[in-house]
């Protein structure tokens, strides 16, 4: 049987997986071949912790929770069009520097569409 720092983790990637829908406790720990004991205080230990946020719901007919990362996994897209990966003047920009983030216009330009996309996407939620 794994350990239970190795259940947690396994249980964390799977959660973290799963994304904005989340996943159902049962499911969970049937996909891990875990018992429902050790899955649930998996999960309460990764709420304990901050990892992971709980809501239950009726799922199929039983009450269950259903179990949401607390953090996204990191993805490139966040960041690729970003302006300092290809600014020439990246080497010499700095918070105190000549150049800096604070006064940068394509920077800003680019965080300004960056939160105009995100909330027309919001709105058309």
Not at 4 to 33: F, Y
Not at 37 to 48: D, Q, T
Not at 49 to 68: A, C, M, N, P, V
Request: charged letters at 25%.
């Amino acid at each position: 049987m794994p350990k239970r720092s190795e259940l947690e983790h396994k249980a964390l990637q799977s959660i973290a997986n799963s994304g904005e829908e989340g996943i159902p406790q049962s499911d969970l720990w049937r996909h891990m071949n875990a018992t429902s004991r050790e899955g649930s205080r998996i999960a309460l230990k990764l709420e304990n912790k901050g990892l992971i946020r709980r809501e239950r719901e009726l799922y199929e007919g039983r009450w269950t929770f259903r179990l949401f990362p607390n953090r996204k996994p990191v993805s490139i897209n966040s960041i690729i069009n970003c302006p300092c990966l290809s600014c020439a003047e990246s080497i010499r920009c700095g918070a105190y520097g000549a150049n800096s983030p604070n006064d940068c216009a394509q920077l800003t330009v680019w965080l300004v569409d960056l939160i105009q996309q995100r909330n027309s996407v919001q709105g058309d939620s």
